[in-house]
Structures are given as C-alpha cells and as structure tokens.
C-alpha cells in the first residue's frame, strides 16, 4: 500500500481471509475496499462473508453490513439486512439487532417502520417464551390478539393454529378451561372479522370432536355453536346441535338456553318437554320445578301449574324445599284460593313444625286473609309447641313472641297484648303480684290498728 501496489495488497489479504477463515478478517476485508473506494467490491465481500460464516452467523458481521449499506445511502438494503439478522442470528443475541433496528428506523424509517419494528420484536419476544413453554394460553391470547391488530389473515391464522395444536395433557377440567377459548376466539375471528362462515363451522366442528364429552365438557362451546347456525339462519341444525350436546353433557346452562330459544321461537310443546327432561336429568332442582312451574301460570294453564306445584313438593329429595313450598302458596295466594294455601300452610307446618313457618302462617291468616283470630290461634298453637320443647328452642321461642306482640300492637286489645307481654316476662308479671299483694296487706293491717284505737 506504501507503494500504491493496490492489487498486491488485495491478494494479500485474500489469502490472509483463506487461511484466518473468521470475522474479524472478513471485517478487515471489507474495510479496505470501503476504504480504496470499491463499493461493490466491499459488498460483495459482505456477501461473500455472510456465505462462509452461515454455520456460526454473528450478528456482529450483519450489523457492519447493514451500517456499510446505510453510509452508501441503501436505506432498503440496509433494512433487508437487518430483517436477516433477525430472521437468521440466535434467538439469545436478537435483542441487540432489534434495538439497531429501531435505532435505524427512527433515524432513515417512519412511523409505520417503526411499528413494524417493536410489533417484530413483540413477536420475537412470544416465540421465544412459548418456545419454552407452548402451554401458557393467556401468552397465546396476546400473540393472537397483536397479530390481529398488526398482522395479516393468514399470519392471524397460523397463529391460532398453532396455539389450539396445544392441547392440555390431563384430561381434567381446569386445565381445559382457557385453552377451550382459543377455539372460542379461532371461530369468532372467521365469523366476525373474516366473514367466513364455513371456516368457523368447521372450527366448532373440530372442537367438539377434541373435547372428552366421556369425562368433560363444555356447554359454552355447545350454545355458541348453535347461537352461530342461528345467525346463519339454520334452525335445523342448531336443534341438533342443542340436542347432540344435551346428549352428551346435559346440564342446566344448555337446558336453559334451549329452553328460551323454544320459548323465543313459541314452541310451547317443545318446551314442556325440555323441562320433563330436565327433571328427568336432575329432579333435586328446585328452580326447575318453579320454572316450569311459573311458565305454565303464565300461559293462564292453572291446572297444569299447580299438578307441576304439587309434584315439586311431592319429591323425596330437594335441594331447596322450603322454596318449593313458599312457591306453591303463593301460586294459590295469586289464584285467591286461600283455602287451598291455608292446607298447605298446616300440611307444612304438620311437616317442619318450625317456627318460621308458623310465623309465615299467622301473617298469611293476618295480612292476606284479615283473620286476625285465625292468626293468633296459629300464634297460639306455636307457643304451646315451642314452649313444650323447653330450653331448647328459647331464642325461636323469644322471636315468635316477638312477632306475635307486634302483631297483637297492631291488631288486638289492650288485654291480648298484656297477655302476650305476660308470656314474654312473666317474671315482671309476678314480681307486680307480689307487690300489690304486700300493698293490700299493709292497707288491712293500718285499717285494723286504726279500728283498735278507736275502740279503746
């Protein structure tokens, strides 16, 4: 070089590159010819470099590449080269490329380089924690939901795939739950956002065949499906689909739902009959009872409602039971047959003997009917059944006088509320005897002396 023998000196390196087959000579390389002038000749030695050192890529070397390209003014060459980096250095050195990148894209790029920048190393960062652990949905749910605000149809697509292709490995319930709403949210993306109907068919279709209906399932999956065949207006198909499911998991949500697109649909037999064979399913259920119940009140089928009324408390065994009861009075109560309702008030209090009951009663025989007579009987016969039981029952006892005070304050005499306060404190009622009593005998005992004097 000292003597301007250019070609010799570029020999000389060549051979220097053959024998030292490493970065720091390819860098060496390309920096004499940047520096002599020779442009092409130095990308070429890029490029070259970039070919004999694939097996262990630096990103080092991509970096001084890119940064050649960006001093010759190759903005897009320089971005290309960068995007290799990415694409090609391990993963454990990309961060340093991204942050270059970003660097790069504030200084030559615009805004929408610059998105396209941090959305890439969003997506670095999630490939990178999934590849160590592919089952954390919720990572999936925030590499979907980015792709479908900055990718692509096709990238959202593969995305998804590739998060639902992770299925749990136990076969229990709370393992299934967040996956299941990757379907959930795969089937809305092509229904909604895509407009492709037969994609998200296929979706539900390909969920339902992956779930173990032997041991779990879920009746989310069920009624959306069917939700979705009623947008596509084919009711048909959406009773099969309720149906299916009702077959293979049936529970009251799924019940529930076919029932109100029944009743939304006035198909009154069919729903009579989803509600036999919900009782069928699960007879313990109160609220089912009631429901059925209530549906056929409104629809003026009194008689129907009260046999339905009746058989609900019939049952051996009730979840809530008191609600039962409680539903079937005021069913009669609604109908003015308080004849009707007063049976069932004794039947149920013959049943439970509670006090709460009894109360329940008096109020009835008091507020609803205006017996107030029939209502301190009642009243009555609960004291002299709680107070046979002794201390036992001493707080219910004390509420139930309570009640009946009030009510005798309301509805009753002077008298019948000095009895039931006597009933209350019969202490105090004695205690007033004693002393009226030593009052009467002091008077006597005055009168007496006072006569005596007299006398003498």
């Keep these: 070089l000292r003597y301007n023998e250019l070609e010799r000196a570029r020999e000389v390196i060549q051979h220097f590159v053959m024998c030292h087959n ?78 270059k990148l970003l660097a790069f894209e504030k200084q030559h790029g615009d805004v ?35 792709e479908e605000n900055y990718g ?14 992770n299925i749990p490995k136990a076969q229990e319930k709370r393992y299934w739950a967040r996956y299941i709403y990757l379907w959930i949210a795969y089937a809305l993306f092509e229904e909604v956002d895509e407009q492709d109907s037969e994609r998200a068919r296929g979706i539900y279709e390909q969920c339902l065949k992956i779930l173990p209906h032997h041991v779990f399932s879920f009746s989310k999956i069920w009624i959306l499906y069917s939700d979705f065949e009623i947008r596509q207006s084919n009711l048909p198909k959406a009773r099969l689909i309720l149906g299916t499911g009702l077959g293979k998991c049936p529970k009251n949500k799924l019940f529930r739902h076919y029932i109100e697109l029944e009743l939304q649909l006035g198909k009154l037999n069919r729903v009579r009959t989803l509600y036999q064979k919900w009782l069928e399913f699960d007879g313990t259920n109160t609220q089912v009872w009631i429901k059925y119940g209530t549906l056929e009140t409104s629809l003026e089928e009194i008689d129907r409602a009260r046999c339905i009324f009746n058989l609900s408390i019939q049952q051996p065994v009730l979840d809530m039971p008191e609600v039962a009861w409680k539903a079937f009075i005021d069913f009669e109560i609604s109908q003015k047959q308080f004849g009707k309702a007063r049976k069932l008030y004794e039947a149920l209090v013959e049943k439970t003997h509670h006090f709460k009951v009894y109360i329940a009663f008096a109020m009835f025989e008091a507020n609803v009917v205006g017996d ?19 201390e036992e029952q001493k707080e219910e006892l004390m509420t139930l006088l309570n009640t009946w005070h009030t009510f005798e304050k309301e509805h009753g005499s002077t ?28 008077v006597a005992q005055k009168r007496k002396l006072q006569t005596e004097a007299t006398e003498a």
């Design 372 to 390: 107030y007579d029939r209502a301190r009987k009642v009243f009555d016969t609960a004291h002299t059944e709680l107070t046979a039981t002794g």
């Design 22 to 99: 490493n970065l720091e000579a390819w860098l060496y390389y390309a920096k004499f010819e940047e520096k002599h002038g020779e442009c092409e000749r130095a990308r070429r030695v890029f490029e070259e470099a970039v070919e004999a050192l694939a097996a262990v890529l630096d990103p080092t070397l991509l970096e001084a590449f890119a940064k050649f390209e960006e001093r010759q003014m190759e903005y897009e060459r320089a971005r290309a080269i960068y995007k290799y980096a990415l694409d090609h250095v391990p993963k454990s050195l990309a961060d340093g490329v991204y942050q």
């Design 415 to 442: 008298s019948s509320v000095n009895a039931v306060e006597e009933l209350i404190n019969p202490s105090k009622r004695q205690g007033a005897a004693r002393l009226l009593a030593k009052a009467k005998s002091f």
């Design 152 to 165: 692509d149809a096709a990238r959202c697509r593969e995305v998804y795939e590739r998060a639902i292709a």
């Design 112 to 146: 929408t380089a610059i998105e396209t920048v941090v959305i890439s190393k969003k997506r670095f960062q999630f490939e990178e924690e999934l590849s160590h652990n592919p089952l954390q949905y919720d990572l999936w749910f925030e590499y979907v939901r980015l």
